[in-house]
């Protein structure tokens, strides 16, 4: 319903697929769907900028994310070079490292979970790494059967950060987050369905399908509805136990506020009607 925008230098491309759907799909074939830099900060500052009802995020020509890209550690420009005899070559290693890990990858994962609206992941292909973590980052994950998953960390000699580490303990608990972790093995799409990493697992040609008809209804529906939803979710999850009195106040008050909103008396009418409601958004 749009005309795709090319974002990050054209390794993201935004478009509107359907009524109240933004899609997000990572285009960066050459280095399978890594996420660079500049990816990271376009894909916050996009998020960030964005109020339609359902986002997607998804991948290009087979490829979802091989994750977070570690090629700046052998490859930046900006960075010292080595004394000829080598002698500099493990500082700058570690000044490369450095810089790697405090760049805020953490910032445009944030920005996507705190989008006020649903996030669908449609995994069109592998998925490994800080892409895996990008996938678990959305509300719901839909799969191509076709693809893997995977956490190499472990095959690195990297210990993953706890934010991160966190999402897979909420999702598939920790005896089957420490077998990513520690084995550090892939595991196909329907495995990764088993345990809680995703919510469906699709053929791969109607992988699209499936996620925009799931988007487009998702979008149609009311949005004070969606964003309170996602607001209590997003609530108990950061709390994981019973919530203080206040936070339960405020969730109590949150609940309550949308009986006299517009959109929830046009609901009901609607429904009693029989026809499809015309929200406000108040």
């Given at each position: 319903m749009s005309r795709p925008t090319e974002l990050a230098s054209g390794k993201l491309i935004r478009d509107q697929p359907e009524a109240g759907v933004v899609r997000v799909r990572i285009a960066n074939p050459a280095r399978r769907g890594a996420l660079d830099h500049e990816i990271l900060d376009a894909l916050a500052e996009t998020v960030r900028s964005l109020d339609?009802?359902?986002?997607?995020?998804?991948?290009?020509?087979?490829?979802?994310?091989?994750?977070?890209?570690?090629?700046?550690?052998?490859?930046d420009p900006d960075a010292p070079r080595p004394t000829p005899a080598g002698a500099g070559s493990k500082q700058v290693f570690e000044e490369r490292a450095q810089r790697l890990v405090a760049h805020p990858f953490?910032?445009?994962?944030?920005?996507?979970?705190?989008?006020?609206?649903?996030?669908?992941?449609?995994?069109?292909?592998?998925?490994?790494?800080?892409?895996?973590?990008?996938?678990?980052?959305?509300?719901?994950?839909?799969?191509?059967?076709?693809?893997?998953?995977?956490?190499?960390?472990?095959?690195?000699?990297?210990?993953?950060?706890?934010?991160?580490?966190?999402?897979?303990?909420?999702?598939?608990?920790?005896?089957?987050?420490?077998?990513?972790?520690?084995?550090?093995?892939?595991?196909?799409?329907?495995?990764?369905?088993e345990i809680g990493l995703l919510s469906h697992v699709v053929e791969p040609e109607d992988l699209e399908r499936r996620t925009l008809d799931m988007a487009a209804e998702t979008a149609a529906n009311a949005p004070l509805s969606l964003a309170g939803n996602k607001r209590i979710l997003r609530t108990l999850r950061a709390w994981g136990g019973a919530l203080p009195e206040d936070v339960e106040q405020e969730m109590v008050a949150l609940r309550e506020s949308c009986f006299v909103t517009e959109d929830f008396r046009e609901g009901v009418r609607a429904f009693a009607e029989k026809r499809a409601p015309e929200w406000k958004g108040r």
């Open positions: 339609a009802r359902c986002l997607v995020i998804t991948g290009t020509e087979g490829m979802f994310s091989a994750g977070y890209d570690i090629a700046n550690l052998e490859a953490h910032q445009a994962m944030q920005a996507l979970s705190e989008y006020p609206f649903p996030v669908i992941g449609a995994l069109n292909g592998h998925a490994i790494g800080g892409g895996l973590e990008l996938a678990l980052t959305c509300d719901i994950r839909i799969a191509a059967n076709t693809i893997r998953l995977g956490m190499p960390p472990a095959k690195l000699g990297l210990i993953y950060s706890h934010t991160g580490l966190r999402k897979f303990v909420e999702l598939c608990g920790p005896a089957h987050a420490a077998e990513l972790f520690y084995v550090g093995r892939t595991v196909d799409a329907e495995r990764g369905r």
